[in-house]
């Protein structure tokens, strides 16, 4: 007797288990992004939230939340409840970088927050004004070496993506440069146009329109792969002989840790699905952009690699921001 009322409990479990799984979501969605409006996160948060709206009928709002490199997103979204209910876009620069720049954070990434799907990988452009003498990546670091001169890069802030990648490129190849950090890639880009600093490493989707409109001159992009918006500008590698050089922007989606597994998987088959939508797909590639997807835990170890890499680049350069 004992046996079946242990199986019909169990079979109960099972049911209600089930029932709740079928019935997320049962209300709004949040993805809360560190950055403002228009960059490439929120353009991929607004197209992907879009498509996720679409297939469970509830709506998907899109809250931007800039400050602190990142640390108010990011904490608000580890206070949140482990529903499913509201997620954090992460990105390269809060979930890759501020660990190995910061000697305190109120958030850690891999502690509070559990993978659910990288979407994609943003690459950076090494570019250059396009009266610029230098004509090639080989060139500016040829002019870089020169002795008695010391060129400058403009980054989108201390502790940036961009400026990590810098220091990751200039370095490997023994090139003494001076870091100038802006709020931003724009403001970079001007000071780039106006030849008041020799190079910048904005990302792609603010690159592009510069480099087509020929006011900027793309010298590499810093991805394995060229670009099909670039097709004519080298990797770095390919300009420089770096095998394997690879310093990337990136998104993806992240839920509090505690969040129930089923529901991870649930957003996880969308997101990958929706990537694979013709529509979203080419407007991300449009911006610059290249499709990623995967499995929870590929973007896990993703992530961890990523924390590794640029700790020591970071220990290399010197970089300690308070």
């Known amino acids: 007797m004992n046996y079946f009322k242990r199986l019909l409990a169990s ?21 809360v992004l560190p950055y403002p409006p228009g960059g490439a ?49 992460a990105n390269l620069g809060p979930n890759g970088i501020n660990h190995a720049v910061y000697s305190k954070l109120p958030y850690d990434t891999v502690r509070d927050f559990q993978p659910i799907v990288l979407t994609t990988l943003v690459p950076l452009v090494v570019v250059t004004a396009a009266d610029s003498p230098v004509q090639s990546l080989r060139d500016f670091v040829v002019t870089a070496k020169r002795p008695n001169t010391k060129l400058s890069f403009g980054s989108a802030g201390n502790g940036s993506g961009s400026h990590l990648a810098g220091e990751l490129l200039f370095s490997a190849l023994g090139a003494s440069m001076l870091h100038i950090p802006y709020k931003g890639d724009a403001p970079a880009i001007m000071d780039v146009m106006s030849r008041q600093i020799a190079a910048a490493l904005p990302t792609a989707l603010a690159a592009t329109p510069h480099v087509q ?27 420089l002989g770096l095998a394997g050089f690879e310093a990337v922007s990136w998104g993806g989606f992240m839920a509090p840790a505690a ?64």
């Open 41 to 89: 996160s929120d353009v991929t948060a607004r197209l992907i939230g879009g498509r996720l709206s679409q297939a469970w009928g509830q709506p998907v709002v899109i809250e931007n939340r800039p400050g602190a490199n990142g640390t108010i997103a990011n904490l608000a979204v580890a206070k949140s409840p482990a529903d499913g209910y509201t997620l954090l876009m």
């Open 259 to 322: 969040t129930p597994k089923h529901i991870i998987l649930k957003i996880n088959a969308e997101v990958n699905r929706a990537l694979t939508t013709p529509d979203i797909a080419d407007k991300l590639r449009a911006q610059g952009a290249q499709i990623a997807g995967g499995t929870p835990e590929a973007f896990g170890a993703f992530i961890h690699a990523e924390l590794a890499k640029w700790k020591a680049v970071a220990m290399q350069a010197k970089i300690k921001l308070e």
């Open 213 to 239: 409109s020929g006011k900027l001159r793309a010298l590499a992009v810093t991805s394995r792969t060229r670009l099909p918006s670039m097709a004519d500008v080298p990797t770095v590698e390919e300009a």
């Open 11 to 31: 079979s109960i479990f099972i049911g209600a288990s089930l029932v709740h799984a079928a019935e997320w979501p049962s209300q709004p969605i949040k993805i």
